[in-house]
């Protein structure tokens, strides 16, 4: 599915299938940003953050900063991009 959606979309930009609006392109990439933002915050803020969940004998729970409004920000990142 997710291959042909490439193709698809690549062959619909290339002969204009379809018309975006550019408010609706701008805002799209704008929502892209702010999710990239919030998962590099993540990062930035939790050292421990990755993609396997393992425990350290000396880590820490984060609870400042985008831990402080909601559990799992980088989730909430992935959810706006």
Known sequence: ???????VSALDH????SVVRLAVNVAG??????GLVMAELVVI?????S?????ESDQKLVSTGLYGL???P????ALIM
């Open 74 to 77: 980088m989730y909430v990142g």
């Open 1 to 7: 599915a997710v291959a042909v959606m490439l193709v």
């Open 51 to 55: 993609t396997n969940i393992t425990v």
């Open 29 to 34: 990439n704008v929502l892209v940003a702010v």
């Open 45 to 49: 803020q939790n050292s421990y953050a």
């Open 70 to 72: 909601v559990r799992h």
């Open 14 to 17: 290339r002969f204009g299938w």
